[in-house]
């Protein structure tokens, strides 16, 4: 069964870091595109950072130079890492299965995690 599954959510005080993870499991997730995404109640979902199949990275200007995203294949696990964390970062983090990383939206999902919650509060 085809699984996508974030975790590392969390309250973290404004500047503070965290790292999500993205565990796959019924697919060798290093032969796709994953991306990252957040959502608040009431708004549309945005995509954050793309990695590709072949590890070239991209992010949305929001999160430029504070946001990483990396793969280890062989956990089968990417993971998105979140430094200088604001309280505008507050969102539930979604990861989610993409044909490429063309674009870092969500037109070419295909399969989705259930999301994390993220909390930048003090």
């Known amino acids: 069964q085809l699984q996508l599954v974030e975790s590392g959510g969390g309250l973290v005080q404004p500047g503070g870091s965290l790292r999500l993870s993205c565990a796959a499991s019924?697919?060798?997730?290093?032969?796709?595109?994953i991306g990252w995404f957040r959502q608040a109640p009431g708004k549309e979902r945005e995509g954050v950072s793309c990695?590709?199949?072949?590890?070239?990275?991209h992010y949305a200007d929001f999160v430029k130079g504070r946001f990483t995203i990396s793969r280890d294949n062989a956990k089968n696990t990417v993971y998105l890492q979140m430094n200088s964390l604001k309280p505008g970062d507050t969102y539930v983090y979604y990861c989610a299965r993409k044909g490429s990383c063309s674009t870092i939206g969500s037109s070419d999902v295909d399969y989705w995690g259930k999301g994390t919650l993220v909390t930048v509060s003090s």
């Open positions: 019924g697919f060798t997730l290093n032969y796709y595109a």
């Open positions: 990695i590709s199949r072949w590890n070239s990275t």
